[in-house]
């Protein structure tokens, strides 16, 4: 039996404006697609114009694909103990924010941040107290915490970690998670193997996130189990392999959810790979069961 695919799709690039997102979408095959708003290295972006919203809201109805989420730039990190740093991420938050909301994308993916040298607690603190101080998010826009790796002691390599940052901050309903199969895996989660996974939803279960992951990226891995070394790796081609992709496509609680590759591309138009992907991953669907 064929079971219905959740959304699919890639992170695609801007390049020559965020208009050119969904068209590049289309052009994979893509339903769902993620992009940066901006430059990702860097903390401000060109502000968005009414014209550059209006483009990309033209092009999304024309070709159809859903622009689920914007990633935040990697140098935020609320985790920090610099008050410069801190306040610098406060404000590329809220421009992150804000360009979700004139382009009504409904999710904003975040690293939670890392603790640096002083222990998780205090890094998990100052997360929670920063998400605090921003406050409520533009109506229509739900942030992310994603899962990490745990490389440089990025916080959120847990399920009860991300459960401690989502209590810290008060768990308010415009904060939920995005799960990247890389790094569960690169952060210890052996979802390669039947039993990792189930032990995954176990956690997921104990600390209450299942409802609340609203998105999966979908990466093969690099690196080894536990590594906390994160590199991303084509579906199948890396120490995950397939099977852990099926059981993500096919578990009932997320059936309904936005899943994007972030998989290694050759350029920004280098498409071939994607569809490639893309084709492995409705390949599995009811396949092998
Ligand atoms: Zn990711
Ligand atoms: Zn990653």
Redo the contacts with the bound molecule.
């Keep these: 039996m064929r079971v219905k695919l959740p959304p699919l799709g890639a992170h695609v690039s801007t390049a020559g404006g965020v208009s050119t997102a969904p068209g590049r979408g289309k052009t994979i095959g893509a339903e769902v697609i993620q992009i940066f708003s901006k430059q990702q290295t860097r903390w401000m972006g060109k502000a968005l114009e009414e014209d550059d919203a209006l483009a990309f809201r033209g092009e999304s109805e024309r070709t159809g694909v859903r622009t689920v989420a914007i990633?935040c730039a990697y140098l935020i990190n609320l985790g920090t103990a610099r008050e410069s740093l801190r306040t610098r991420s406060l404000y590329a938050l809220e421009d992150e924010a804000s360009r979700a909301a004139m382009l009504g994308v409904p999710y904003l993916?975040m690293h939670p941040g890392s603790s640096g040298e002083d222990p998780e607690d205090a890094g998990i603190a100052r997360v929670a107290s920063a998400l605090k101080e921003f406050g409520r998010f533009p109506k229509g826009v739900t942030l992310l915490l994603?899962n990490t790796a745990g490389q440089g002691n990025s916080l959120g390599r847990s399920m009860e970690q991300i459960r401690r940052l989502l209590d810290g901050c008060g768990a308010p309903p415009d904060v939920a998670v995005?799960l990247?199969s890389?790094?569960l895996f690169e952060a210890g989660y052996d979802i390669a193997g039947e039993s990792g996974w189930e032990f995954l939803l176990g956690e997921m279960k104990i600390f209450g996130l299942l409802p609340l992951v609203r998105m999966w990226?979908l990466?093969d891995s690099k690196t080894d189990l536990g590594s906390r070394v994160d590199r991303h790796q084509h579906i199948g081609q890396g120490k995950i392999g397939l099977d852990a992709f099926r059981r993500i496509l096919a578990h009932k609680a997320f059936r309904e959810i936005p899943m994007v590759l972030?998989t290694p591309k050759d350029g920004e138009d280098d498409f071939e790979m994607d569809i490639r992907n893309l084709a492995t991953l409705r390949g599995l669907a009811g396949s092998g069961e």
């Design positions: 990633h993916v994603e995005c990247d890389a790094h990226h990466n972030e």
